[in-house]
């Protein structure tokens, strides 16, 4: 030890080497309660996920590739199932069930043809012009190839089926039901959702009006429109009388009938379509919005510059939901017109339903998986073809 003498102070004071040395830090450790128990508590709390996926989803669906593949029989004392193949496909695309299931086709006429033959040359152009782009693979093209073949095949049957003496069958009146559905469903809600972003008297109550199909059930959706479209006693039979509708059925006529399910599928979901909209036009950025004003721009201008890009990608998600559940169609079609008249308005899942219903159990899984098939090519196609162009930076 130092001593540091001052004889002015007459003091003595500790030098630097009285100082007491910091202790050094201590990092914490982890401890475990056994070796390995991070990997062990990672599948304690997986698994179950994994297991309740598999119980609920994955197994259901080779239950359901099983059915498809066998025939259902009554027998003494119980039931059986018989394993057939491919027999319930071959009923559903080539048998008794092909006109059911892809419609009755009949020669194109002229304007057929026509129709045909730009689509053909269509489809052979986009596939030119992606052989030639050297950003799409072998792989991107083979998918393209398939998409076009499937996009052909679709063209013919819909040619087929609306040629003189052809009707559609259920595959290509759900496709019709799509089609038509989401179309009107995606232009009535974005021309609702902006008007409803205006400073305009009431928005506020009509914003909440618009929302009221979405908390009616589908049933109930149903036995309303089947009685608005009553001709002879519904409450709009004086509408009806005036436009001189008092002796149509919508349910006996064939494009009436559908037309009849395609308007309330409209009315049902167009709601749900405004929402999300509704939100997205709300979270824009007004500064461009703004600045758009001040220099002149006009509303028609704004939209299409500004506000239609800013939405396009909440736009392509809500198509590609409004498809999926869209071709799951069946509550309207079968309450209001119970799939008739004959199966005109019958959808796939109707289609399935009603085989499931007379014990039909192969031929319901084999519609069922046509229907899962389709379900997977358009969503495949939408979003790696459509979707992409939509919202790419013009």
């Known amino acids: 030890m130092q001593l540091d003498v001052h004889p002015a102070q007459g003091s003595v004071q500790a030098g630097p080497s009285l100082q007491a040395p910091a202790p050094a830090r201590v990092e914490p450790q982890a401890h475990t309660l056994w070796p390995g128990g991070d990997r062990v508590a990672h599948n304690v709390f997986l698994w ?40 319930n496909y071959q009923t559903l695309l080539f048998g008794s069930e092909r006109i059911h299931f892809l419609g009755l086709l ?41 998409v076009a073949l499937l996009a052909a095949g679709s063209l013919w049957l819909l040619v087929g089926a609306f040629s003189p003496g052809g009707r559609p069958g ?3 009146v759900t496709v019709i039901y799509v089609g038509a559905g989401v179309t009107l469903q995606y232009g009535l809600g974005l021309g609702l959702a902006v008007l409803t972003t205006q400073r305009l008297p009431g928005r506020r109550f009509f914003r909440v009006v618009f929302l009221l ?35 149509f059925s919508w349910v006996t006529d064939p494009w009436g009938a559908r037309v009849a399910v395609i308007i309330g599928d409209v009315w049902q979901w167009t709601p749900f379509m405004f929402i999300v909209l509704l939100a997205a036009l709300e979270g824009q950025d007004v500064e461009p919005l703004e600045a758009a004003l001040v220099d002149g721009a006009s509303p028609w201008q704004i939209f299409r510059a500004l506000t239609w890009p800013a939405i396009i990608p909440v736009s392509s998600t809500l198509i590609l939901i409004r498809i999926i559940e869209g071709f799951k169609i069946v509550d309207l079609p079968n309450i209001l017109t119970n799939g008739g008249p004959g199966t005109a308005t ?5 289609h399935a339903y009603i085989a499931w219903r007379t014990f039909d159990l192969g031929g319901s899984a084999a519609v069922a998986y046509g229907l899962l098939f389709v379900v997977t090519v358009v969503g495949v196609a939408y979003v790696n073809l459509v979707r992409p162009r939509l919202t790419e930076d013009p």
């Open 106 to 146: 009949k020669p194109p006429a002229l304007g057929g043809w026509l129709v045909f033959g730009g689509g053909v040359a269509a489809l052979a152009w986009w596939l030119a012009r992606a052989a030639r782009d050297p950003r799409v693979h072998a792989g991107g093209l083979g998918g393209r190839a398939l």
């Open 346 to 350: 019958e959808s796939l899942t109707l």
């Open 170 to 172: 259920t595959l290509l």
């Open 48 to 87: 179950p996920a994994l297991l309740v996926v598999l119980v609920l989803s994955i197994f259901p669906l080779l239950v359901s590739l099983y059915l498809s593949l066998s025939r259902f029989e009554l027998v003494p004392g119980g039931f059986e199932f018989n394993f057939v193949g491919w027999d």
């Open 213 to 247: 199909p979405m908390m009616i059930t589908p049933v109930g959706v149903g036995y309303m429109f089947r009685m608005l479209t009553d001709t002879g006693k519904g409450p709009f039979q004086p509408l009806w009388k005036l436009l001189g509708l008092t002796n």
